[in-house]
């Protein structure tokens, strides 16, 4: 079976030699998009102090600092770099097509209560603290933060604050664009 490319390779060919060689038909490509002018378009700079509708909080207001960073290097190695600033990263790119099950948010039950009262308390707070998200060839996930998030998907959050760090040890996806959703 053809690739799309070999196909339209064959077809150009046969339209040279059809139309005579005086014409030319340079084949247009595209430089492969760089994985983190890629991941800044997919996780946008969060201008302000609110994403999602809730304040951003910090341990220690005075330096703003994300908390755990060091688990970076512990998980990737010097494999890694990071996004400048805070990022929006959206929940559905987090998410995939899991199901979620509100009911059973932990395999413990002790977990499940700690994200439940965590959850309550973002909502009485109206704050979270950013999380880490690691973009590896696989796509995203929380290295640190994971009970801030599942709390936040049980509360319905469309984004979450993060410090994004891409994998360089192996090569970021490209993810396509997004289309908007229509109902």
Known sequence: ?????????????????????????????????????????????INGDTVDGRDLYWKDERTRIVSNTDSISATLDDDWTELKGLREVPMTLLNGDSEFNPKRLSYSTTESDRIRALAATIRDSNAVEPVIVVVDKEGPYVLEGGHRYTALRLLGAKSIPALVILDTHDPVPVLPKRKAKHP
Not at 19 to 37: L, Q
């Open 1 to 45: 079976m053809r690739s799309r490319a070999q196909t339209i390779a064959i077809i150009l060919s046969k339209y040279k030699k059809k139309m005579g060689s005086s014409r030319s038909f340079a084949a247009k490509s595209k430089p492969p998009a760089d994985p983190r002018s890629t991941a800044e378009r997919d996780y946008p700079l």
